[in-house]
């Protein structure tokens, strides 16, 4: 795999999902191990007890799936970093179109883009041990749609997850 030209028939599910089970969110700066990969499952059921599209919901497993062959960055870093972000969009738009059929739309951009800005709140509180802004949203809208309750999840079964969630979103697209 090139990371600086990718091709879509070089681009896996089971890789990225492997990969993804075994990073770190936060560059690893948490209280314990959360994988990218679970966050990435937990984005898109999110999506889907919002009652987003099954194209929405697939987008949202797959938003940081470049990570998988381009590293985690945090957020507040990668804002410094135009040359990795105009790379990750291009992975992320050759990934789309392979499994999607085509790049999100700016609305559906901004949909996956608020998902990944809520779960920020729950990456806050739980990994970080801070206490957002919108705390109260936390705790009384997003608890009530997805069980965060599984911190530790083994990364094999994060790998299965994020596999069975792929097929299930792609069956429907």
Known sequence: FMPME?????????????ALSL??????????????????????????????????????LLHDAGE?????????FKKTLPSY????????TILYEKYLGSD????????VREIDDDML??????????KPDRLEYYINVMME???FGSLNVPFLEVEENYIELFHELMSGI
Not at 6 to 18: L, S, Y
Not at 104 to 111: A, D, H, K, M, V
């Open 85 to 92: 972000q105009k790379l990750e969009d291009h992975f992320l």
């Open 68 to 76: 998988a062959y381009l590293s985690d960055v945090p957020r507040p």
């Open 145 to 147: 749609k997805v069980d």
């Open 23 to 60: 990073l770190c969110r936060g560059n690893g700066h948490v209280k314990h191990f959360f994988s990218v990969g679970q966050h990435c499952v937990n984005c898109a059921l999110e999506a889907m007890a919002r009652g987003y599209s099954r194209r929405v919901c697939l987008a949202c």
């Open 6 to 18: 990718p091709e879509a028939a070089d681009i896996h599910i089971t890789d990225i999902a492997h």
């Open 104 to 111: 999100l739309t700016q609305e559906e951009r901004g949909l």
């Open 121 to 130: 709140y729950f990456d806050l509180t739980e990994l970080l041990g801070e």
